[in-house]
């Protein structure tokens, strides 16, 4: 603690190649950055929400409309497909992008890709049959591999030097992601029923917003002396906390892009009995629903917010897991009661995505804290926030409509219970590994 500002603490066995002279240039530039920082992080952050709406957006117009194409009786694997391109370009392109971004300078990413993204989108509004879609919102997908790990490499950049900021910072962009998500869900839900393939244009106007935005309140941010790509690649894929921790993160995020990809439709679905929540309800309905789902996650990072602040991101992710079994568990009960009965298990439901809610902020910060040894580097090493996302949320698509085919809504809670104890036991050899390097830094320095 100096000055009353707690540092970071960084993750023993980042590799760090980069010498003093390249050092002192890159932290010149990123306390430039520091100085505009509430600017800059605002515009992030907005634009941030402003991509996730019209992204969420788009993908439950588009299971509106699939399902519409099969009489609201869609295969869970056609909708899994389909939820599944956006995530898969989003994902390969995303490393690509952002070592690029980092060569050759942060900012024209930051307002090229949301351009991208609204190509894409109105390219769905041209679409004529669930393959047309499929291929659409993969060039969707390519717009958001070029915003999001840019962005949060310069979000990791404005707050270095600080834990209390970097953990307000991941909270907040958290909360931007989830509130693009509410918005999403509700426009997606409420929009076409409305206005069926006009919603599309509404959803690629909103990435318009996000990249004017980060052109006229974002600093010009410049090309960086970026490290050799074995040094990336080392930090990423050789011993260290990034290849520990990334299959326990994608494990987290195909549970989330299981349920995103297919609650909507589970619901939307005729009725099939001795399944409750497969109930042909209302569109507008499973909107209010899932607003009302992502609210109880922005309550959630408000409470974990302070904790993250003072305390190890790690531990606060092992923490958060146990969640997951609260809310599957609740969904199970509701499933399996009469419907009037189903409020009962409405309050553990809500009091387990508070618990869960603090995974994403301090998976966040996590990885950020894995940047500060390759400063130049921070939107290619943050780029696996997006492959994990991205890639996690593709296989949760489609393993998500195998499990649903099988046991119908069943089939989903079964999965996810499988993949969050995944999740809980790769972290606990994350935190193990972590105390060895830990334990072997600390002998090295006494015998030093």
């Known amino acids: 603690m100096a000055g009353g500002v707690e540092t970071l603490k960084v993750p023993p066995g980042v590799p760090d190649e980069a010498h003093d002279g390249q050092r002192e240039w890159i932290a010149g530039l990123e306390e430039e950055l520091r100085k505009h920082r509430p600017a800059a992080l605002t515009a992030l952050l907005t634009s941030t929400g402003l991509l996730r ?4 957006g788009t993908a439950v117009a588009v299971q509106l409309d699939v399902s519409a194409f099969s009489g609201d009786r869609p295969s869970g694997v056609a909708i899994g497909l389909v939820g599944a391109s956006q995530a898969i370009t989003e994902m390969l392109f995303a490393p690509f992008m952002a070592r690029l971004a980092d060569r050759y300078g942060r900012s024209r990413f930051l307002v090229g890709g949301p351009v991208i993204g609204a190509v894409g989108v109105l390219l769905v509004a041209l679409a004529t049959n669930a393959a047309h ?13 070029a915003f999001v790990p840019v962005a949060l490499g310069t979000i990791a950049a404005a707050t270095s ?15 931007a992601t989830l509130a693009g998500y509410a918005g999403g869900f509700a426009l997606g839900t409420f929009l076409w029923p409305s206005l069926h393939r006009v919603s599309f244009l509404v959803l690629a106007g909103l990435y318009l917003c996000a990249s004017l935005i980060c052109a006229v309140w974002v600093r010009n941010l410049r090309p960086m002396h970026v490290s050799p790509l074995r040094t990336v690649l080392r930090a990423v894929l050789g011993p260290g906390p990034m290849r520990s921790f990334m299959p326990a993160w994608i494990a987290c995020f195909a549970l989330l892009g299981a349920f995103v990809a297919h609650l909507p439709a589970l619901l939307r679905h005729e009725p099939v009995p001795g ?3 497969m109930h042909h309800f209302d569109a507008r309905f499973i909107g209010v629903v899932l607003v009302t789902w992502v609210v109880l996650f922005l309550v959630g990072i408000l409470l974990w917010t302070p904790y993250l602040s003072r305390g190890r991101p790690l531990a606060i992710m092992r923490r958060a897991v146990p969640g997951a079994w609260l809310i599957i568990a609740a969904l199970v009960v509701i499933n399996h009661v009469p419907l009037a009965a189903a409020p009962a298990a409405l309050p553990f439901l809500a009091a387990g995505v508070l618990w869960l809610a603090g995974f994403g902020p301090a998976a966040v910060a996590y990885l950020a804290d894995c940047t500060e040894q390759l400063m130049a580097d921070r939107a290619a090493l943050m780029s696996f926030y997006t492959v994990a996302l991205a890639g996690g949320g593709a ?4 393993l998500g409509g195998v499990a649903i085919r099988w046991l119908h809504a069943d089939g989903l809670f079964l999965l996810g219970l499988l993949l969050s104890a995944l999740a809980f036991g790769l972290l606990a050899v994350v935190a193990r590994r972590e105390g060895e390097a830990g334990g072997r830094s600390a002998a090295v320095a006494l015998a030093g």
Request: a positive charge; proline letters at 3%; charged letters at 15%.
């Open 395 to 398: 296989i949760g698509a489609v």
């Open 161 to 175: 030097g600080s834990q209390p900021i970097r953990a307000r910072a991941s909270g907040a962009f958290e909360g």
């Open 133 to 145: 879609v499929a291929g659409s919102r993969l060039i969707e997908g390519i717009g958001a591999a």
């Open 53 to 56: 709406v019209a992204s969420v």
């Open 275 to 277: 399944q409750t929540l």
